[in-house]
């Protein structure tokens, strides 16, 4: 199965700040990796999907970008709705694997 | 619009069985797999397997082979997972999530979750 590591498990972030989370896979995946945001009691909802996607709806302050073994997801202005759990997923072949997740919390 | 409603919530005991639906709407049934995933509480996504409605075939995350079955009902749009032999690891929040073959709808539907608590 294809692992996929988190970093940070933990942040804590004040609004208004740029927050970068990076997931790498133990082997390439080409951009086969979706972005999900997950608040306390709530269902998972997609952020970006085909690594660089933007899921309509989804405001512009949010990115991903790269590749194969190392991708990243970035809030580019920190929003008080921001503050949740974030998830990678790759599906380049199964079974899909979750990322451990990243909590972020307010400063 | 797209929906996935699952059924309500469960209690049960060490060594029982549970089924949860996940009946879906707003699009064609059997033009998309249907995932599903666990999460147990204060902990992460867990994916458990996948069915395709169109031809009933099923794949399962190993840890659940021989105790998840995976069915669907064509005529009204329902995805069924059996979790048989339960134990209380297996408290958690169960939900389907839709899954097509491209990335862009690859998990861009949920259901809401059931939860199901095991415990004697």
């Known amino acids: 199965d294809i692992q996929m590591t988190q970093s940070p498990s933990a942040m804590s972030a004040s609004v208004g700040d740029r927050v970068t989370i990076t997931c790498r896979a133990s082997?390439?995946?080409?951009?086969?990796l979706a972005w999900f945001q997950q608040k306390p009691g709530k269902v998972p909802k997609r952020l970006i999907y085909a690594a660089s996607s933007l899921q309509s709806g989804v405001p512009s302050r949010f990115s991903g970008s790269g590749s194969e073994t190392e991708f990243t997801l970035t809030i580019s202005s920190l929003q008080p709705e921001d503050f949740a759990t974030y998830y990678c997923l790759q599906h380049n072949s199964y079974p899909p694997t979750f990322g451990q997740g990243t909590k972020v919390e307010i400063k | 619009q797209v929906q996935l409603v699952q059924s309500g919530a469960e209690v049960k005991k060490p060594g029982a069985s549970v089924k949860v639906s996940c009946k879906a709407s707003g699009y064609t049934f059997t033009s998309f797999y249907m995932h599903w995933v666990r999460q147990a509480p204060g902990q992460g996504l867990e994916w458990m397997g996948i069915?395709?409605?169109?031809?009933?075939?099923?794949s399962y995350a190993q840890k659940f082979q021989g105790r998840v079955i995976m069915t669907r009902d064509t005529s009204t749009s329902t995805v069924y997972m059996e979790v048989s032999n339960l134990r209380s690891e297996d408290t958690a929040v169960y939900y389907c999530?839709?899954?097509?073959?491209?990335?862009?709808?690859?998990?861009?539907?949920w259901g809401q979750g059931t939860l199901v608590t095991v415990s004697s």
């Open positions: 082997q390439g995946i080409s951009n086969y």
């Open positions: 999530a839709r899954g097509g073959i491209v990335a862009t709808t690859f998990f861009d539907y």
């Open positions: 069915i395709n409605p169109s031809a009933g075939s099923t």
